[in-house]
């Protein structure tokens, strides 16, 4: 299976279009701003700074963190992908002049990376634990591979070509070569990408290589050792210090997510993308056993994942605390590239259901409405005061910042939106999949013949897909994911029950005609959700979800302690349109108040509790936080009876 | 107020007669052999052998915390105790051979503090705000004072009042002296003992300078600028950085308990003591404010405050998670010392409340069955796994150590425990106050008379109270305190009901003669105990108590997945005595299963919930922890109906 080119694609507006034209129109000028030291507010990048001064053009030190260069990869690959649906001269100019800046900080062996080339370059490759030049070099490929398809230039190719040769005479099984392998992966799906690109078996093999060396030897050890380091300290309160980088055991012989979240999902990301194209199944098979560790017992109602904000990590399993959850916004991009990896190997729709909990909850939670302002940590509770003065919710900023010192979220959800119409529909032979729901027409190549259709819809506001079919030919299907939360549907060809076959989260049907029209209307009530019994932070709780959507209370519509909202199990939702939310939904609630409790007393024998009735207002919890500091809640309390 | 001497006081078998016993027979001897890093297991001490390297016995460098000749000092104090109702020349050999220790090592300007006297003693008293010397100076006086009215010996009170000299000669408002004031509080309420003991007023003058300097000035930072140092760094996350020394405002103006829990605590009690031999009504005023908001806003059921492991500190009102909180035992001791000062300024039951919640609660809950293991964290609510992956439990132990690096905990409890008869009764012109039950004689000298009596009682396990006046005299009134949590009670004298007042948490009785038999009965049922709704963590909650005692499952009774636990609000709870546990208390109960959920789905709509009825075993939370790793909470779901 492979993602529809999003030159074969092009939207109309909808919920996707509205994403892709933020992304384009807001993040990418406001990052370029950030990215080049021009905001007002919020900590400088320094990641255009730094390349600047390692092409000689100005005279400063390295500054900002050690991976600051990949965050203007990150923008560039942003860009492409806006550049690869339509050519924009006066983004381009910006780019080459970048690209020209890289071209003269570039090393004559090919070595470019301007923390080192700003300190001391002798100490490259002498730190792979902490140090990111080979997950700096993943995003220079996946920004180089990006630009070239959209644009044809090759310029930023070569360099990230002359880098990788350097990469792959330095590290290896061979002997003579260092044994290492990233402190932080990414490098291994950027590599699958280039070898896609180029063919060149080397590029492959290299992702083989930092695959199967990882956790087999005790490298970022000795690495220490030789630096006169001791080993990484700060993890050994785990079990294993290495677990945080997954460098604990072998890759195949992982059965539980751990460590880093982003470390351990770009690892996984890379995994699926080597078993692709190697057929390797027990690479594929720890996959799955992980796809289904992190989604089934560590991942939250909205998506995020990492429990922890010591080590930014994942903790055990069913282990889901709403407060002082990290959930960082790269951690849910990387589960949603994982999610994307994973769908190309198989039509399951559990892949594209995940992909639609992130965009619409975990992934959307780290930008505010216009994209300008963003969250690194995403709770699904807050209680503004707390973070002030009890550390263990410290690491939860109670509103979304200009900038952040560690950047890394606000390019990488750039460059997944700027690529979304990218991941909506697929091909495999004669089928077309319909993954995430969009206005769009498309006309793309299958296997027998072309086929062209219009798809509209207002998902996720509205349940309704309306497909036509503009030209089919013999032997076409169509499969139309199926979300796991639909309870009830209604699918019509020229309002006819059509035959179809139901797959794994597909519905798939034959037998199309020009000219059909296809209504699929998915029924989307609001409804409760409750987690698993094993979840310790959610037991005798609630959420409410309407479709993919997950909602939230906040002070604004419902006032403050909301931990003393109760909802019934039967409350009637109701679902309006606000024309700034989207979708919101009221229900019938509960207050618990003070009524029944003496004003100084801090315990007391219990009473019945006094309860209000109150109308509670739900906004999708993306959107919380955009009418200043207040409290935000997901999981309430519910009212039995 | 006063409260009556040991000396006047002989116990007899009852809880508080064990609980003597175990820390003179059981904690005094352990704790000696771990002070000489003679255990075999946990962390080294060194509080020893750094006097025996100070006195020059042994070429040895410091070791250990700064502040570790603490520990031996309270050692001391809690082995004077013990000595006061029994000399005992074993002990005391000890005693006065560590005392030698001391003299040697005490320099020639009196200035005692290992940590100075084995690195650079040039250095003294030039970091107030982190080297503890002070706080030491403190202890050391706390334990001269007992030694001194233990045994009549000088040595160790001459060696204190030699350093108080020389710190008296440095610090206070005069030209020429520092204007510095402890970093860690505790010397101010020494100060007041020693003051009680020598009648100088230097001393009492000593601790209202340290009072009054405190947060007025920068010394903290103009200290650190002195050194070279920056200012507090780790505690600039609060609104001011000072806030965890209680160094951002002064004293008189405090009203929210804040920053280190131990230190805060150390403040007040200073404060009150203070408070109480100047008559100075705002420093009362501001003790009554503060002792307000700790335990009205700031205290967990147990007596456990400090909620943030960070800082070990304070967090904000009615912000009283059970599983991230710290509530070190040294901060639950520190209340009780708090309480034991203000009962002296005025009888108000609610002091002798929180006492006896302490007691039986929070900070027995730092000691195993003998006394010999040691919780450092006391949380009310431990899933043993969570504390090894995720970070805001990493510092909930999950079973008691042998010992610590940071041992403050083990000898504070021995030092309240072994004392803890001379905090039963207190006596002011004729009234004697019965402040907390024991079984005891006592024969003690009152305004205008003497009295004995004989008190006879199993409390907490039972409520019965019974005393017999041995001896009385005209106008001798006796006061007994009237629990809050008493809902009903008997009292009888010689079978009738007498005229009595009640006033403040307590009852007068008047006219009491030889031979009178009363009989004082508190119905003490089990109960559920429900907490303030501002309280965000504890909503929809319910836990169960006796009398003052807090309850708690275990694992061991009750398997796992105690957040699956749920009690109806009339539950009937049935109450029995279990030889290990003391009262033990049984009650239905519902467990949410699995029953109605699809193995493997982490979310899916609400059904109603599945439930086991069980029948769930509640044992004392200070027992927690004594057969084993095991999950534990205090705080249960309340299934209304």
Same mark, same amino acid.
């Given at each position: 299976?492979?993602?529809?080119?999003?030159?074969?694609?092009?939207?109309?507006?909808?919920?996707?279009?509205?994403?892709?034209?933020?992304?384009?129109?807001?993040?990418?000028p406001?990052?370029?701003?950030?990215?080049?030291?021009?905001l007002a507010?919020?900590?400088?990048?320094?990641?255009?700074?730094?390349?600047?001064?390692?092409?000689g053009?100005?005279?400063?030190?390295?500054?900002?963190?050690?991976?600051?260069?990949?965050?203007?990869?990150?923008?560039?690959?942003?860009?492409?992908?806006?550049?690869?649906?339509?050519? @924009?001269?006066?983004?381009?100019?910006?780019?080459?002049?970048?690209?020209?800046?890289?071209?003269?900080?570039?090393?004559p062996?090919g070595?470019?990376?301007?923390?080192?080339?700003?300190?001391?370059?002798?100490?490259?490759f002498t730190?792979?634990?902490d140090?990111?030049?080979?997950?700096?070099?993943?995003?220079?490929?996946?920004?180089?591979?990006?630009?070239?398809?959209?644009t044809?230039?090759?310029?930023?190719l070569?360099?990230?070509?002359?880098?990788?040769?350097?990469?792959?005479?330095?590290?290896?099984?061979?002997?003579?070569?260092?044994?290492?392998?990233?402190g932080?992966?990414?490098?291994e799906?950027?590599?699958?990408?280039l070898?896609?690109?180029?063919?060149?078996?080397?590029?492959l093999n290299l992702?083989?290589?930092?695959?199967s060396?990882?956790?087999?030897?005790?490298?970022?050890?000795?690495?220490?050792?030789?630096?006169?380091?001791?080993?990484?300290?700060?993890?050994?309160?785990?079990?294993?210090?290495?677990?945080?980088?997954?460098?604990?055991?072998?890759?195949?012989?992982?059965?539980?997510a751990?460590?880093?979240?982003?470390?351990?999902?770009?690892?996984?990301?890379?995994?699926?993308?080597?078993?692709?194209?190697?057929?390797?199944?027990?690479?594929?098979?720890?996959?799955?056993?992980?796809?289904?560790?992190?989604?089934?017992?560590q991942?939250?109602?909205?998506?995020a994942?990492?429990?922890?904000?010591?080590?930014?990590?994942?903790?055990?399993d069913?282990?889901?605390?709403?407060d002082?959850?990290?959930?960082?916004t790269?951690?849910?991009?990387?589960?949603?590239?994982?999610?994307?990896?994973?769908?190309?190997?198989?039509p399951l729709?559990?892949?594209?259901?995940?992909?639609?909990?992130?965009l619409?909850?975990?992934?959307?939670?780290?930008i505010?409405?216009?994209?300008?302002?963003?969250?690194?940590? @995403?709770?699904?509770e807050?209680?503004?005061?707390?973070?002030?003065?009890?550390?263990?919710?410290?690491?939860v900023?109670t509103?979304?910042?200009?900038?952040?010192?560690?950047?890394?979220?606000?390019?990488?959800?750039?460059?997944?939106?700027?690529?979304?119409?990218?991941?909506l529909?697929?091909?495999?032979?004669?089928t077309?999949?319909?993954?995430?729901?969009?206005?769009?027409?498309?006309?793309?190549?299958?296997e027998?013949?072309?086929?062209?259709?219009?798809?509209?819809?207002d998902?996720p506001n509205?349940?309704?897909?309306?497909?036509?079919?503009?030209?089919?030919?013999?032997?076409?299907?169509l499969?139309l994911?199926?979300?796991?939360?639909?309870?009830?549907y209604?699918?019509?060809?020229?309002?006819?029950?059509p035959?179809?076959?139901?797959?794994?989260?597909?519905?798939?049907i034959?037998?199309?005609?020009?000219?059909?029209?296809i209504?699929?209307?998915?029924?989307?009530?609001?409804?409760l959700?409750?987690?698993?019994?094993?979840?310790?932070?959610?037991?005798?709780?609630?959420?409410?979800?309407?479709?993919?959507?997950v909602?939230?209370l906040?002070?604004?519509?419902?006032?403050?302690?909301?931990?003393?909202?109760?909802?019934?199990?039967?409350?009637?939702?109701?679902?309006?349109?606000?024309e700034?939310?989207?979708?919101?939904?009221?229900?019938?609630?509960?207050?618990?108040?003070?009524?029944?409790?003496?004003?100084?007393?801090?315990?007391?024998?219990?009473?019945?509790?006094?309860?209000?009735?109150?109308?509670?207002?739900?906004?999708p919890?993306?959107?919380?936080?955009?009418?200043g500091?207040?409290?935000?809640?997901?999981?309430?309390?519910?009212?039995? @009876?």
């Amino acid at each position: 299976m492979e993602y529809v080119s999003s030159r074969d694609i092009h939207l109309s507006p909808s919920p996707v279009y509205s994403l892709v034209k933020k992304a384009e129109d807001k993040m990418l000028p406001y990052q370029w701003e950030a990215l080049n030291d021009r905001l007002a507010e919020g900590p400088k990048s320094y990641s255009v700074r730094n390349f600047r001064a390692a092409a000689g053009e100005i005279d400063a030190p390295h500054a900002g963190a050690v991976f600051q260069d990949s965050d203007i990869f990150k923008w560039i690959e942003a860009a492409a992908y806006a550049l690869k649906r339509e050519r @924009n001269p006066a983004l381009e100019e910006k780019i080459d002049w970048f690209v020209s800046l890289m071209q003269k900080a570039q090393q004559p062996d090919g070595y470019l990376d301007t923390y080192y080339i700003l300190t001391d370059i002798s100490k490259r490759f002498t730190n792979l634990r902490d140090n990111h030049e080979l997950y700096c070099l993943g995003h220079l490929i996946e920004a180089a591979v990006a630009y070239f398809e959209a644009t044809g230039k090759r310029g930023i190719l070569d360099v990230a070509l002359k880098y990788v040769e350097l990469v792959n005479a330095t590290f290896g099984f061979e002997e003579g070569k260092k044994h290492g392998y990233p402190g932080h992966e990414e490098i291994e799906l950027a590599l699958v990408r280039l070898y896609r690109l180029t063919g060149d078996p080397m590029h492959l093999n290299l992702a083989r290589y930092f695959l199967s060396a990882r956790g087999t030897n005790d490298y970022f050890d000795d690495e220490a050792a030789s630096r006169g380091d001791k080993p990484a300290w700060a993890w050994s309160v785990y079990s294993h210090r290495n677990r945080y980088y997954q460098a604990d055991e072998p890759v195949k012989e992982m059965t539980m997510a751990k460590g880093h979240s982003v470390r351990q999902l770009y690892l996984l990301t890379g995994m699926a993308e080597v078993a692709l194209e190697t057929g390797d199944s027990e690479l594929k098979a720890a996959c799955d056993t992980m796809w289904k560790d992190i989604t089934r017992r560590q991942m939250y109602i909205t998506g995020a994942v990492g429990q922890s904000s010591f080590g930014e990590a994942f903790t055990l399993d069913y282990d889901l605390p709403s407060d002082t959850v990290y959930g960082e916004t790269c951690a849910a991009i990387s589960l949603y590239f994982f999610a994307t990896a994973l769908l190309k190997s198989h039509p399951l729709g559990e892949y594209g259901d995940i992909m639609d909990t992130l965009l619409h909850n975990g992934t959307l939670s780290g930008i505010n409405e216009d994209g300008t302002r963003y969250f690194y940590v @995403n709770p699904l509770e807050c209680i503004p005061k707390r973070s002030k003065y009890s550390q263990s919710v410290f690491h939860v900023r109670t509103q979304r910042q200009p900038w952040y010192g560690c950047a890394c979220c606000p390019p990488n959800i750039a460059r997944m939106l700027t690529n979304l119409d990218e991941r909506l529909l697929l091909k495999s032979g004669n089928t077309l999949y319909v993954n995430l729901f969009a206005s769009l027409d498309t006309q793309t190549q299958l296997e027998s013949g072309s086929v062209s259709l219009t798809e509209t819809t207002d998902y996720p506001n509205d349940g309704s897909i309306s497909i036509r079919i503009n030209k089919a030919f013999h032997g076409f299907v169509l499969a139309l994911r199926l979300p796991g939360w639909v309870q009830s549907y209604t699918l019509r060809i020229n309002g006819q029950n059509p035959p179809c076959v139901m797959d794994e989260g597909y519905i798939y049907i034959s037998d199309l005609k020009d000219g059909d029209e296809i209504s699929y209307v998915l029924d989307m009530p609001a409804r409760l959700v409750a987690a698993h019994p094993l979840s310790h932070a959610t037991a005798g709780k609630v959420a409410v979800m309407r479709g993919p959507v997950v909602y939230c209370l906040e002070e604004a519509d419902n006032g403050g302690e909301l931990w003393n909202v109760l909802i019934r199990p039967d409350a009637p939702m109701s679902v309006s349109r606000d024309e700034r939310f989207g979708q919101v939904i009221a229900a019938p609630a509960l207050r618990q108040t003070q009524d029944n409790w003496d004003g100084y007393e801090l315990y007391a024998p219990l009473r019945r509790p006094a309860y209000q009735d109150f109308t509670a207002r739900f906004i999708p919890y993306r959107l919380w936080n955009n009418r200043g500091e207040g409290e935000m809640r997901v999981w309430l309390r519910l009212k039995e @009876n």
